[in-house]
């Protein structure tokens, strides 16, 4: 029972080397993280281009591809809860490796699947339940595992933002010039690499004392305790309860009501080059993040997000493509020191053994609220129009970044110093 709660040597930011201590981001343990991360990263970002063009191509509607998503997000909103809870139980780096075991096999028989042709689509869906199902069980642990590998946590978390937005603009790029040479089986095969790529850079990592809850207390226990550690904290529980209205309301309908307007008027290559900016403008945050570390890091992030209504605002007003893709680099520069602060507030703020748990309840509360604005996208632009839909998106956003910086737990956070 003792190796549940400590793994091989102690942590690499935490123990000086014969040779002296080790860089602040790119130590041993961050490099072989940054490398399993990425990996991970890619495979994810191709798999959903993947899927939905080859089903396409197939021959199968819209109707599966819809499906298809759904069968792949379901589980990770409905199951990430308890792999918060399990990552504690077992330590986040065993169910990380489980997960993406889990997700290589899942992705050899998608391989085997496209490559020999789809006979029937309920192979397909559950290989999608099982992939979703392993990134529910990997996502907890990844947030935990940042404060573990980097003294500098706030510098990783940048340099891992970078990595995210990069990998979220090359894989579907990949997955969609590889589909359209007829190779969708052949997407699968490097996701699956990928995914072992991540295992083998996970089971190299040398962690020193992993905090986890007592011993023998069940599940539903754990699940408890989390969510009691979750509500105490005002300025956690706030952020969330604001980012649900605001995913309903802005972010989760945005990405279908604004392609109703910028394809038909300027042409699907049009609305891939300004997609393409947001994913800029995420490097250029994440980047900006790893040096500028203010002492209320929340308030900066809010101040940031202030850029976020640009976007809807500049399609509303009819601007030209090339304002638009300059407000959506704004946009991603906002949200990428956002995310940054966030992730950084929330790894060094929550004591380690709870961070697994309440890094769930965070996702679940953030990401589950964007299917429901993205479903109602549609009837609330037949209801509604277009830009009313789109102003509703401009206020709520600016709203929410308002909010951030009106709660004073939120405004007030301070920063907590890097170890040396």
């Known amino acids: 029972m003792e190796e549940r709660v400590a793994e091989l040597e102690p942590p690499a930011g935490m123990r000086e080397p014969a040779g002296g201590p080790e860089p602040a981001i790119w130590s041993r343990n961050f490099t072989y993280y940054f490398v399993g991360r990425s990996a991970g990263l890619l495979s994810w970002a191709m798999l959903p281009v993947a899927v939905a063009a080859g089903l396409l191509i197939e021959g199968y509607g819209l109707d599966a591809a819809g499906y298809s998503m759904a069968f792949l997000v379901a589980p990770f909103a409905g199951l990430v809860l308890f792999g918060g809870v399990l990552a504690d139980r077992f330590t986040a780096r065993r169910m990380m490796i489980v997960a993406d075991l889990a997700n290589l096999a899942a992705h050899v028989l998608l ?23 392993a990134n529910a069980l990997f996502q907890p642990g990844a947030a935990s595992t940042v404060p573990l590998v980097s003294r500098d946590v706030q510098g990783a978390n940048g340099v891992l933002r970078t990595s995210e937005a990069i990998t979220g603009l090359g894989g579907p790029a990949l997955a969609g010039t590889l589909v359209g040479f007829g190779s969708t089986g052949w997407v699968m ?20 004392v992993v905090p986890a809850p007592p011993a023998g207390a069940s599940m539903w226990r754990n699940l408890a305790v989390g969510w ?8 956690l529980w706030g952020v969330i309860v604001i980012w649900m209205f605001y995913a309903v309301l802005a972010w989760g309908p945005q990405l279908s009501v604004a392609a109703g307007v910028v394809v038909p008027e300027h042409g699907a290559r049009s609305f891939g080059l300004i997609n393409a900016a947001l994913g800029a403008g995420t490097v250029i945050g994440g980047l900006l993040a790893i040096r500028y570390k203010p002492g209320r890091p929340l308030a900066a992030g809010a101040v940031a997000m202030m850029a976020y209504p640009l976007y809807p605002l500049g399609i509303v007003l009819g601007w030209p493509v090339w304002m638009l893709a300059a407000a959506q680099v704004a946009v991603g520069t906002g949200i990428g020191v956002w995310g940054v602060m966030w992730a950084t507030s929330v790894q060094t703020q929550v004591p380690g053994e709870m961070l697994n748990r309440i890094h769930a309840y965070e996702v679940a509360g953030s990401v589950g609220m964007y299917p429901i604005g993205s479903a109602l996208a549609g009837p609330a632009v037949g209801a509604f129009g277009t830009d009313a839909v789109l102003l509703v998106g401009v206020v709520v956003s600016f709203l929410t970044a308002s909010a951030f910086l009106a709660a004073r737990p939120i405004r007030s956070l301070r920063r907590v110093p890097d170890r040396l």
């Open 189 to 208: 095969v490097i996701s699956a690499v990928a995914y072992g790529t991540s295992a083998v850079c996970l089971f190299a990592l040398r962690l020193g």
């Open 228 to 235: 009691r550690e979750f509500r105490s904290r005002s300025w």
């Open 111 to 133: 391989a085997l699947l496209f490559l020999h042709g789809i006979d029937h689509l309920w192979q397909l869906y559950g290989l999608l339940v099982v992939a979703g199902t």
